[in-house]
């Protein structure tokens, strides 16, 4: 269902109701705020008991010492996007909070990258709703040091049209940049196009409530013995870097529990703070026997293809042989070697006459468009490759080029000298991208002899990513080795591979490794000539004043980077918001055929850039 679930059952005892203490005293020197949200009625979609969720956590964080705003819709009220933005403003612009909780319980949706929490007068207002990346993103550079979001709502996929139209906003402020950002642990209830289910609870007043809320209260009443850290004082605690395996074990457990064996939710877990929110309420208990019944995440299938190839991105050391087979066992891994294999098949040319082009597979291409300057010819060889050979004449290192495919759908690609840009489309729009020099081109001996590698790695992390699985997980310190470690990887003798780079930008990005973003950016702008648009865009450490430099293409190349444009203040004089809703949910930017008419004049205006 795609809708925060809700499920009556009675008799189901999913835990004790939470006894309030005597309220905790916060670290010293340690400042907590926590804005607590609940909101049970979106037009056309079920009523929920989310407000009486965020009556229970707001009396819980109360209870340990957090200052607490509460906003929900009970007894008619109302909850707006400035009603959250006021109240996040609250705790941002003194400067002197340590500490900042979000939760949230109601109605959410996904789609492509992003998604939303719903708020009171959605769908019918697009503007009232939460968008949770842009959120994520500004908290990184809010100025307080740990940010924790915790969503107990549902990833689905939207609908219908109206739903897919909802935009939201961020709550959090566009301040001036802190370039040391902060932590931002992410607790959601459920996987990327997943539901997030009610149940009847069993506590104090018998009332509804969700499962994952209950669960990770229950982490602090009763915590697993190897989840606890006793501090000086004496306080029992339960930090947030020990929750991952509980709340996505328990919670998993609980819905098969009361729902049944067919169902499943597995929270999206990234939290590696070394702050807790609570003490323990309940004397410890020794962990169940793992379920064998538990779904695999699409981020542990990342990690054993990865870890084969020589990378971990995971906050732990590389799996057993056991559990590593166990994965390769499950759907989600199947789901994962499929796409890999598509991708991996494809026999793209190995050069052209004129050591540049662009080669398609996956589907035929209508239409090529490029600057008048720029000689193109579309070459058909064989059945399912359409080969596009480009004649820079010793001109210029990168031009845009408009593919259009037989399906109506299209997307800019850079051409790049020496280079063959390779590019494989599936269901909907483009999977795969990969800049591979031409074997007649002077790269290419760099390239030679590091081919099987690399062609594997494009493969593994472009299956990853677009299952929403290569993310770089772990505290400050594992992150920063984590990175250097796939900087090693993509690293071909004196270069880096582009296609792995772009990648790896963005997972840096996401990891809030400022410094490893704008590392790759300036050494493949030094080694290349130009700019990518997504590294110019995710370098923030770059002083263009929200102006991105002549780069290409003219757009964010993944279509996650899309996401990035407003929180990042991104400024373009070929008006990309007024493209973005042609966005077709793929990896790598594809718009449908309605764009064409606006994105033609542009790329057959744009000057190539000169040698």
């Not at 609870?201 to 850290?229: S, Y």
Request: with cysteine; glycine share 8%.
């Amino acid at each position: 269902m795609n809708r925060r679930d809700v499920i009556i059952l009675g008799g189901a005892a999913l835990g004790a109701s939470y006894l309030p203490k005597a309220a905790a005293q916060p670290a010293s020197g340690s400042v907590r705020g926590a804005i607590v949200i609940g909101v049970d009625r979106i037009d056309g979609l079920a009523t929920l008991s989310a407000s009486k969720d965020a009556d229970k956590v707001a009396a819980w964080l109360g209870g340990e010492g957090f200052k607490v705003e509460k906003l929900t819709d009970a007894n008619g009220g109302a909850v707006s996007v400035d009603d959250v933005f006021d109240a996040t403003s609250k705790f941002v612009t003194p400067g002197t909070f340590h500490v900042l909780v979000i939760y949230f319980a109601g109605h959410g949706f996904a789609t492509g990258f992003t998604e939303w929490w719903m708020l009171t007068g959605a769908p019918i207002n697009p503007n009232r709703a939460v968008n949770f990346f842009e959120s994520q993103t500004l908290a990184q550079t809010c100025g307080i040091p740990t940010v924790v979001i915790v969503s107990d709502a549902c990833r689905s996929l939207p609908t219908n049209a109206q739903l897919s139209r909802v935009k939201g906003g961020p709550i959090f402020p566009n301040t001036a940049d802190f370039l040391d950002q902060g932590q931002v642990d992410t607790l959601k209830a459920c996987t990327f196009a997943a539901p997030s289910y009610e149940a009847a609870l069993v506590d104090r007043i018998a009332q509804r409530g969700g499962i994952f809320t209950e669960t990770l209260m229950d982490a602090f009443r009763a915590p697993w013995d190897k989840m606890t850290t006793t501090l000086d004082n004496g306080d029992v605690v339960v930090k947030n870097s020990s929750l991952k395996e509980y709340l996505k074990a328990e919670t998993n457990r609980r819905v098969q529990e009361v729902i049944g064996l067919t169902k499943s939710q597995i929270p999206d877990i990234n939290a590696f703070a070394d702050i807790h929110l609570s003490r323990v309420l309940e004397p410890t208990r020794t962990p169940p026997a793992p379920s064998t019944s538990i779904p695999v995440s699409f981020q542990s299938v990342a990690n054993v293809a990865l870890n084969e190839a020589g990378i971990n991105i995971s906050d732990s050391s590389p799996l057993s042989s056991s559990l590593s087979n166990a994965i390769k066992n499950s759907g989600a891994y199947r789901d994962f070697d499929t796409l890999k294999t598509q991708i991996s098949s494809s026999a793209f040319p190995s050069s052209f006459e004129t050591q540049t082009g662009l080669s398609v597979s996956g589907i035929d291409v209508v239409d090529i468009i490029t600057h008048p300057s720029v000689q193109s010819e579309k070459l058909i060889i064989g059945f399912s490759i359409q080969n596009i050979r480009v004649d820079f004449a010793g001109h210029y290192r990168v031009c845009d080029c408009l593919v259009q495919f037989a399906d109506g759908n299209l997307s800019v690609f850079p051409v790049i000298d020496g280079f063959i840009t390779n590019v494989f489309y599936g269901e909907v729009g483009v999977d795969s991208v990969t800049f591979v020099p031409s074997s007649n081109s002077s790269r290419w001996f760099e390239y030679g002899d590091n081919k099987d590698r690399i062609d594997n790695l494009h493969a593994i992390v472009a299956s990853a990513s677009a299952l929403g699985g290569f993310r770089i997980e772990g505290d400050a310190s594992t992150r920063a080795k984590n990175a250097a470690q796939i900087a090693d990887q993509i690293r071909l003798m004196k270069s880096l591979d582009p296609t792995l780079g772009i990648y790896a930008a963005y997972a840096y990005a996401q990891a809030g490794l400022p410094e490893s973003v704008s590392s790759v950016s300036s050494f493949m702008r030094d080694d290349l000539g130009f700019d990518f648009f997504d590294l110019a865009m995710l370098d923030r450490r770059r002083d263009v004043g929200g102006a991105i430099p002549t780069a290409f293409p003219f757009w964010p190349m993944l279509t996650q980077g899309w996401e990035y444009l407003r929180p990042y203040d991104i400024a373009s004089p070929h008006g990309l918001a007024e493209l973005k809703p042609f966005l077709m949910p793929s990896l790598w930017t594809t718009l449908s055929g309605e764009a064409k008419s606006i994105v033609s004049p542009i790329v057959s205006g744009r000057l190539p850039e000169p040698r």
